[in-house]
């Protein structure tokens, strides 16, 4: 079975920085693009980033570009999100996510909360 | 970027009856669609992708339709599972880009 379990969620304040982790199990992790997708509340689903099987490529949606770094750690089948700069606007509950191009597995997500 | 739109934002349904959603992109995906459903509290789940293509596990009461920059989720009798949100995707062009959703909820 497919499991995808987000970590590293919590309050912050604004300027400051945060490190998600996803710890995948049930799949070969390292033949699979990634991705992370947020979701402010009460809001709709945005897509934030994703990596390639190996990390060479990744890529960024242009509001979080410079500030979040997307990485993977395939001996650790790990997937993570490095947010710096946070803004109040970056508040969300974050879902890392099997990427096929569609979303095919998502994990229960982790709340970042950007806020004085 | 592709702006994807959903209509209506709340639709009201009777179990049992047929819900149809509607998902409509400011230029052609082609057929590079995916529709979700999401409870609340809940992540996204996959319902369809490729406009019509069934994920593993889903009822065959869920069908997708369309291509270019129309499409439509049929639900053809909705259980009382079925009340949640519905997001489209499209994913022919980067960056991948959702709708806005469309909640269905009991009449």
């Known amino acids: 079975e497919v499991q995808l379990v987000e970590s590293g969620g919590g309050l912050v304040q604004p300027g400051g920085s945060l490190r998600l982790s996803c710890a995948a199990s049930?799949?070969?992790?390292?033949?699979?693009?990634m991705s992370w997708v947020r979701q402010a509340p009460g809001k709709g689903l945005e897509w934030v980033a994703n990596i390639k099987q190996d990390g060479s490529e990744k890529y960024y949606v242009d509001s979080v570009k410079g500030r979040f770094t997307i990485s993977r750690d395939n001996a650790k089948n790990s997937l993570y999100l490095q947010m710096n700069s946070l803004r109040a606007e970056d508040t969300a509950v974050y879902y890392c996510a099997r990427d096929m191009s569609w979303f095919q597995h998502w994990g229960q997500g982790t709340l970042v909360t950007v806020s004085s | 970027e592709i702006v994807m739109t959903q209509s209506p934002a709340t639709l009201s349904v009777s179990p049992g009856e047929r819900a149809t959603l509607s998902c409509r992109a400011s230029?052609?995906?082609?057929?590079?669609l995916a529709w979700y459903q999401q409870k609340p509290g809940q992540a996204p789940r996959l319902l369809i992708y490729?406009?019509?293509t069934r994920a593993t596990g889903i009822p065959a009461r869920f069908s997708g339709s369309g291509s270019g920059t129309e499409f439509t989720l049929t639900i053809s009798s909705l259980q009382s599972e079925d009340f949640a949100v519905y997001y489209c995707?499209?994913?022919?062009?980067?960056?991948?880009?959702f709708g806005p959703g469309t909640k269905v909820d009991i009449k």
């Open positions: 230029q052609s995906v082609s057929s590079n």
């Open positions: 995707q499209q994913y022919n062009n980067w960056p991948p880009a």
């Open positions: 049930g799949f070969t992790f390292s033949s699979y693009w």
């Open positions: 490729g406009a019509s």
